[in-house]
């Protein structure tokens, strides 16, 4: 009886362990006879065939399940729960485990989930250590900006962010740029957005520099403070003779302070400020520095917001500025009274050679004040462009005097006025008589045939004309055939754009008649046409076997296929004397035939002549 009695009890304090799979009553009474005395097997209590499975629960979760099916008794007894409390009675064993061995149970899942959670801990402590977080500003508290600063030492031009990484190519790219101005003549950092403290950096570079000859800092979001790093600098440095800061915000302000370092500069002779948000107040800070320096020679205040103010200050320097050669004002808002202002210094000066008006809506009155003052002006203007400025046929009427006056005039701009047929027409008897300009741009005037065949006209008697520009105009195949048939054996014109003329296949018949015989065509632009394959043909028959003087040739957006591309290789292939080094065909309708048939073509010509063809497609 004591026997069995201690194996009864240790049969119930095994039998109580947890366990994840919980064996059927025969292993488990195998199992734990095995740690007491060898013993007699005892029959146990037969337990019902559904409770003698495998379960992945816990006993009392497998308790409360078995409970699920048994109706009508009290939460925790089941069907198998009845016998095992009935069968400890009976030997006088406790109903319910003791609690030490239940939390001796709970142990294993308690200990290892602690333990992971002390060791995620440790790691998260670990990687704060490393990642700085947001720094507080020591007077108000407040998270600092996390936007890039640099350092004004040498070498340490830090980021502020978190990225470590970010850091140190920003400290290389200064250091890089610190290394170029002290050891190259013409540096380009345009667009490398270092901002105006990297401009504090780099500007310590340019003192006491006899290297560096030609700078661009454009597009590098400077503003009116980051100037302020050429004060000491600039007036120091003698071998700097170019500074561009176009595409920088610098507005009025940085006018004003870069203009005020510059009247003491010595060495910069070009000055490049486009779209640099300059108004008249900025513009009068320019002209005031104008009538003190004495070396700088070229001015580019484009796409800026000066208007008529600022157009009378710069006349005012004009009068008393004797280096000026180029002045470029593109794309202000002058107007009329501006080009009336500007008219008052052009007159009194003598020094200023180039004139660069475009697109500041003067009109034919404006105009008409602007070109009565050059026709009086005792320099020699060489390059004026006044084009997109609302001119039309009554405006052009006082060009063509101008253009007869003129002794010096070598390039002219109309381009994207609106000076129609009757324009083109005064323009063009105009040019008979001048015996100067040497290029002509009348593109985007509107001009039809009837204004094309009076400048093919001129070209029959002038001799000087060697680029003419007539893009964007609606000339059509009768206009291109007239232009045509006098340059076969008249003229020397060496570059002809009509890109968007509307010449379709007949036109390209008679320019291709026209390559026959011209010799002195060099550069051909027929961009956007609407020659197809039918006047690729025509172009690649001439240019097979005849035409030895044209060196590059505009064919892009006229939807050639493979057919005229094929023709084309074949003219490049035949034509040992051709001259052509450049092709465009870009944006066109041809697949891979056309595409390896211009490669062949021109791996053809290098292996046979030793030249090389640029072909793009």
């Known amino acids: 009886m004591e026997s069995s009695l201690l194996l009864s009890s240790s049969s119930s304090r095994l039998f109580l362990k947890p366990s994840l799979l919980a064996p059927s009553s025969s292993i488990a009474h195998r199992r734990y006879a095995s740690f007491g005395p060898k013993l007699p097997p005892r029959r146990l209590i037969s337990v019902a065939p559904r409770a003698r499975r495998w379960s992945v629960a816990p006993r009392a979760a497998s308790e409360v399940f078995d409970g699920i099916h048994s109706q009508g008794k009290p939460p925790g007894v089941g069907r198998g729960g009845a016998r095992r409390r009935a069968y400890r009675e009976a030997k006088g064993e406790p109903s319910a485990p003791p609690i030490g061995a239940a939390a001796r149970g709970l142990t294993r899942y308690v200990v290892p989930a602690g333990a992971l959670l002390a060791l995620s801990f440790v790691i998260w402590k670990v990687v ?54 002290r050891t190259l003549k013409t540096v380009n950092m345009a667009g490398r957005q270092f901002g105006d403290e990297g401009l504090f950096f780099l500007a310590e570079s340019l003192a006491y520099n006899k290297i560096a000859e030609e700078v661009d800092f454009s597009g590098n979001a400077i503003t009116a403070v980051g100037i302020e790093a050429f004060d000491g600098i600039l007036q120091i440095n003698t071998a700097l003779k170019s500074l561009n800061l176009s595409g920088n915000d610098i507005g009025d302000e940085g006018a004003k302070c870069l203009s005020g370092i510059l009247v003491e500069n010595v060495g910069i002779q070009k000055l490049l400020l486009n779209s640099t948000n300059i108004g008249d107040e900025g513009a009068k800070a320019i002209s005031d520095m104008l009538k003190k320096n004495k070396t700088i020679r070229f001015v580019q205040l484009s796409n800026n917001t000066i208007e008529y103010s600022g157009f009378a200050s710069i006349a005012d320097a004009l009068l008393e500025n004797n280096t000026l050669r180029s002045l470029y004002l593109n794309g202000n808002y002058g107007g009329p009274l501006g080009a009336s202002s500007l008219a008052k210094g052009v007159i009194g000066n003598k020094s200023l050679r180039e004139l660069h008006l475009h697109g500041n809506g003067f009109g034919n009155e404006g105009l008409r004040v602007l070109m009565s003052a050059l026709s009086a002006h005792k320099g020699k203007i060489t390059a004026l462009d006044i084009g997109n400025n609302n001119i039309t046929s009554e405006g052009s009427h006082y060009v063509a005097e101008f253009i007869k006056m003129t002794k010096s005039l070598r390039w002219l701009s109309l381009y994207m006025d609106d000076v129609g047929d009757e324009g083109a027409e005064k323009v063009a008897d105009a040019l008979k008589q001048n015996k100067t300009i040497s290029t002509m741009d009348f593109g985007g005037n509107n001009i039809h045939s009837r204004g094309v065949t009076a400048i093919a006209e001129t070209l029959k008697e002038n001799a000087v004309l060697t680029t003419l520009e007539l893009s964007y105009n609606p000339i059509g195949p009768e206009g291109v055939k007239a232009l045509c048939d006098v340059l076969k054996f008249n003229g020397k014109i060496q570059t002809l754009k009509l890109g968007w003329c509307q010449i379709g296949v007949s036109g390209a018949e008679s320019i291709a008649d026209c390559l026959k015989y011209n010799t002195t065509l060099s550069t051909l632009d027929l961009r956007a046409n609407g020659l197809g394959d039918d006047g690729a043909i025509c172009l690649a028959r001439s240019l097979k076997i005849i035409n030895e003087c044209l060196k590059s040739l505009d064919l892009c957006f006229n939807e050639i296929r493979d057919d005229g591309a094929f023709a084309l290789a074949q003219a490049l292939k035949a034509n040992e004397d051709l001259t052509v080094t450049s092709l465009n065909l870009s944006n066109n309708f041809f697949g891979k035939f056309g595409q390896v048939a211009l490669t062949e073509a021109r791996d053809h010509v290098y292996e046979m002549t030793g030249k090389e063809i640029d072909i793009y497609f």
């Open 128 to 181: 704060q250590h490393f990642v700085p977080g947001k720094r507080k500003d020591r007077v108000s508290g407040e998270p600092a900006s996390s936007g890039a600063m640099w350092s004004f030492a040498a070498g340490s031009n830090l980021s502020t962010s978190t990225s470590f990484k970010a850091e140190k190519e920003s400290k290389k790219n200064l250091n890089k740029f610190y290394k170029e101005l």
